[in-house]
């Protein structure tokens, strides 16, 4: 089950982030989770939001370019090592994780994280096959 990541470049200076946030906050969408990564003129802000249709809306028509992209959301083990559940099956696999980034919700104990991978049906079926939780739409509820 694959869930919707926006994708948004943004020039480094004050305020940029808090202009997304607010634009989608006026509209009732929530943030869910999210990821920044910097260069030295622009930053890369990836986000899973409740609502990505509506925010994709949203941003593009405040004039920002948008990708979306499919990303697995994965339950993992909230300990010391934990995160290795997820990450030793996909590099068994040959599986590239690209990046990683925490969900802000829960589910009973487990921590969520999002995984952009490079072969993102293989990665399911590999996790599914161990144990792995995947989540789908529910994502946006939680």
Do not use: C
Request: aromatic content about 6%.
């Amino acid at each position: 089950m694959f869930i919707k990541q926006i994708s948004v470049s943004l020039e480094n200076m004050p305020g940029m982030l808090s202009n997304i946030s607010e634009l989608l906050g006026k509209e009732g969408v929530n943030i869910r989770a999210i990821s920044v990564a910097d260069t030295s003129d622009i930053s890369t802000v990836r986000f899973v939001v409740d609502d990505p249709v509506k925010a994709v809306n949203i941003l593009k028509s405040n004039g920002y370019a948008t990708k979306e992209t499919d990303v697995l959301a994965v339950e993992t083990p909230d300990h010391p090592g934990g995160l290795n559940a997820v990450l030793k099956p996909l590099k068994n696999a040959n599986i590239n994780v690209l990046y990683l980034y925490p969900y802000l919700g829960r589910i009973s104990n487990q921590a969520i994280v999002i995984l952009g991978v490079d072969k993102i049906q293989e990665a399911e079926e590999v996790l599914t096959r161990n144990w792995v939780k995947t989540l789908g739409k529910e994502i946006y509820t939680i």
